[in-house]
């Protein structure tokens, strides 16, 4: 489930294929000659503290619960491109941490908007409970054998959302379609849990190890191989294969260059994000993308303006504004998701950190978005508003966000098939899709 390799050795030559069957390529090709929406999501593992990454300074408690590591409110030589540590200005109440300077286009263009006070009603504080109720989608349910996000790939599409060739008349999704192994990838050592169950899904490290491994004229020699196998199906099972090769050889990361000037972080998370946008512009059919954040668990010495969670803002900014600008006229198709399992606490503690806390703030990128806005009820901070007199109280479950990226951007018809026991309703959603 995880790998989904299959490795075919003749000597010294060895094919390495990625859910590699008959008709692959044959469907690849399909994807790839059509129009195809895309979602990827960026999960902030480690309960990012979504009061200093997205500031109420209109609010008067968030100074007084954190009198060392709040973010000072905009100034003028902030608001008109001067240096300094306050908060950008969205809207008079709302600002970003002035590490997610590069993310302040999106939202002055209207493609970014943020949900705030969102998350699970459920009262857990582990990171790992909470993980895994976001990405299977059932808070408080631990049985649940499968994730969100591969209960979409399962979910019947209207219509009108299906990928289309130009020219071409969409026809209902159906359980027999032929869909693309390269349909839903998550860029990392193993598929995460939001990836994992009965529909397909893939997990790489990196686009590269996609191919024929052996010494020079390996490919030339297997290709041939097939190419005199007196099945004919068989013959065009492999020509189909190397076709899909080719296609992907154009994306490897020794050669690929990001369009448009992007300019990638160097960690993880940026070169994942650097890969999905090869997958993205390689057409291989791409529809559901999955990476990583680590690192956002300060208890300690978190820092203002400055400090560990700025420096973990200044990555995440920078590879999601690179991948935008990659894309390019691509993101008209495209929304990018972002979450962490909860949010800290109101106040800071001893340590100038913060505890596990409640409530968060989840972006949302894209052509599609109705940006510009910071959606959501704002409960309030004062300590009689807060969740357990100590967070920031949910007022938007998380689940509505996802139903409406699901159901407006995907097209999945039903959305109570892939949140089970809960009962979705287009009144709750946001609104930030048109």
Sequence with gaps: MISR????????????SLGFAPGFVARTAAAGA???????????????DGLNIVVPFGERDYYTARPTIAIPAPTRAVQTGGQGGAALDLDGFFGLHPRLAPLLPLWQQRSLAIVHACGSHDPTRSHFDAQDYMESGTPGVKSTPDGWLNRVLKAER?????????????SPASPSAPASPFRAVALGPQLPRTLQGTAAALAMTDVNRFGVRGGAGTQ???EAEYAAAAD?????????????????????PGRY?????????????????????????????????????????HHANEGAANGQLANRLDDFAQGIAALVTDLGSRMQDVVILTMSEFGRAVAENGNRGTDH????AMFIVGGPVKGGKVYGRWPGLAPAQRHDGRDLAVTTD???????VAVRHLGVKDAGAVFPGYAISATRFPGFLS
């Excluded at 294969?241 to 296609?247: G, N, P, S, V």
């Excluded at 998380?398 to 409406?404: G, K, L, P």
């Design 220 to 222: 030339a020699s297997f």
């Design 357 to 360: 806390g409640h409530a968060n």
């Design 232 to 252: 004919r199906v068989l013959q065009r099972t492999g020509q189909d294969a190397f076709d899909a090769m080719r296609q992907l050889d154009a994306a490897t």
């Design 398 to 404: 998380f689940r509505d966000v996802f139903s409406e």
């Design 158 to 170: 209207r219509p009108d959302a299906l990928p289309e060739s130009p020219g071409s008349t969409p």
């Design 5 to 16: 390799r299959v490795l075919l050795r003749n000597g010294g030559m060895a094919l390495v």
């Design 257 to 297: 260059q990001p369009a448009n000037g992007a300019a990638y972080p160097r960690s993880a998370y940026g070169q994942a994000l650097k890969q999905i946008a090869q997958l993205a512009k390689a057409d291989v059919g791409l529809e559901v993308a999955f990476a990583e954040s680590t690192q956002w668990d």
């Design 34 to 48: 059509s129009r195809r929406k895309l979602l990827i999501t960026i999960f902030q593992r480690g309960a990012a």
